[in-house]
């Protein structure tokens, strides 16, 4: 759980979400059907903070900026009726890192961060092993392809599946200005939002945004993951309260909700095996930014 975030500025975000209760099923091929009468829903607890160390802007505006993120998540998984160990009640994850960026010149900056979090199937820390803990690093290399559009890619590396390995990392930030807005990011899972600004104190949009949580366990003697993920749309009005204050609360579906156990080995990235998710539900949530 690698936070990250551009802003010059320290940050404060919290969330409180409400996944709501659905049928369990698996596709499987061609095949999709319910499994018995298990169903759930869920409540996330996340939030997290962006610390500037140092900033320094040079000509063109551009930052060279040091920053520490930390982040975490609390999940309680509603699970009922299940006859077999396919989802676990509760995910906690914490991760911290360090960031750096800089400008490289006119068109170019570079990305780099190094941190490590905490991926457990409970809160009972007594139970926590190095095998609960995952390393990350990666370097990202952006294109300023206009004043308001930035792209970029490049590698990073963990040890999701036991031994570090590469895998490519996507850079995308697109926003428009003025009182219709459309924003597309992909700094930290999926958001496309695209609204209206009322007036100082109100915003008005429609969302779209993909999140997710995972613990690392072992069942049956074996190393597993348990990967929790979920797609939702909806309305959502933002209350502003000054510059540095605002509290953005969403009503909408969770359209996709991905929640399965699977081996902690590469080969499951490739093999088509059957999927478990949840089907569409309600979506709630409120949050709350803080900026200093």
């Not at 404060?12 to 061609?30: M, N």
């Amino acid at each position: 759980m690698i936070v990250v975030s551009l802003s010059v500025n320290a940050q404060v975000v919290f969330k409180t979400e409400y996944l709501g209760q659905s049928g369990y099923r698996v596709s499987d091929g061609e095949t999709n059907e319910r499994v018995g009468n298990s169903k759930g829903s869920a409540m996330v607890y996340q939030g997290g903070v962006n610390i500037p160390l140092s900033v320094k802007l040079n000509d063109n505006n551009r930052p060279t900026r040091w920053s520490l993120n930390m982040g975490g998540a609390y999940v309680k998984l509603n699970n009922k009726d299940f006859t077999d160990p396919l989802v676990i009640d509760e995910i906690l994850n914490f991760g911290v890192s360090l960031n750096h960026l800089r400008p490289l010149n006119d068109k170019w900056s570079m990305m780099a961060f190094v941190g490590g979090g905490i991926y457990m199937p409970g809160t009972n820390f007594s139970k926590m092993g190095i095998e609960n803990i995952l390393g990350s690093a990666g370097v990202i290399f952006i294109r300023h392809l206009r004043p308001n559009l930035d792209l970029g890619g490049g590698l990073a590396i963990n040890n999701s599946f036991g031994i570090p390995m590469l895998f490519p990392a996507v850079y995308l930030n697109w926003k428009t200005h003025g009182k219709y807005t459309v924003k597309v990011s992909m700094i930290r899972g999926l958001e496309v939002s695209a609204g209206y600004d009322v007036n100082k104190n109100l915003g008005l949009y429609l969302i779209a945004e993909m999140n997710g949580q995972a613990a690392l366990l072992e069942q049956d003697g074996k190393k597993k993951i348990f990967s929790h993920a979920y797609l939702v749309t909806g309305f959502r009005p933002e209350i502003k309260l000054g510059n540095k204050l605002s509290i953005p609360v969403t009503v909408g579906l969770n359209a996709w909700r991905p929640a399965g156990i699977t081996d902690r080995k590469l080969k499951s990235m490739f093999q088509k095996n059957k999927e478990y998710y949840f089907q569409a539900s309600l979506y709630a949530s409120m949050g709350l930014k803080m900026g200093f």
